[in-house]
């Protein structure tokens, strides 16, 4: 089974920007589309941007214009590259497998440990 594992979380002043990575262990292709999600405290986890393999992308409304999700296929690691960083976009950062279904797209694989990103006002 393939293995996704987050990394490049850290804090930042508001403004700045990170560049968070989600490596694989074996092909990104094993996998439908690879998805970033993010969980705030004492929120629900969300899905902020998805990439499928046919290279279609998603982004959440609260992110759009302000993130890219990209993937390098040599490396099997998606990225997602975040920019004009708010206070409201502190929260942990994970990479998850994702399907579409009805045109909505799902988790499709166990979740790791995530990556924190803070950004300071």
């Known amino acids: 089974q393939v293995q996704l594992v987050e990394s490049g979380g850290g804090l930042v002043q508001a403004g700045g920007s990170l560049r968070l990575s989600c490596a694989a262990s074996?092909?990104?292709?094993?996998?439908?589309?690879i998805g970033w999600y993010r969980q705030a405290p004492g929120k629900q986890r969300e899905l902020v941007a998805a990439?499928?393999?046919?290279?279609?992308?998603y982004y959440a409304d609260s992110v759009k214009g302000r993130f890219t999700i990209s993937r390098d296929i040599a490396k099997n690691t998606v990225y997602l590259q975040m920019s004009s960083l708010k206070p409201e976009d502190t929260a942990v950062y994970y990479c998850?497998?994702?399907?579409?279904?009805?045109?909505?797209?799902?988790?499709?694989?166990?979740w790791g440990q995530g990556t924190q990103v803070t950004v300071s006002s």
């Open positions: 990439m499928r393999s046919i290279g279609s992308v």
């Open positions: 074996g092909t990104i292709f094993s996998f439908n589309g």
């Open positions: 998850n497998a994702v399907t579409v279904r009805g045109g909505n797209y799902e988790s499709a694989g166990s």
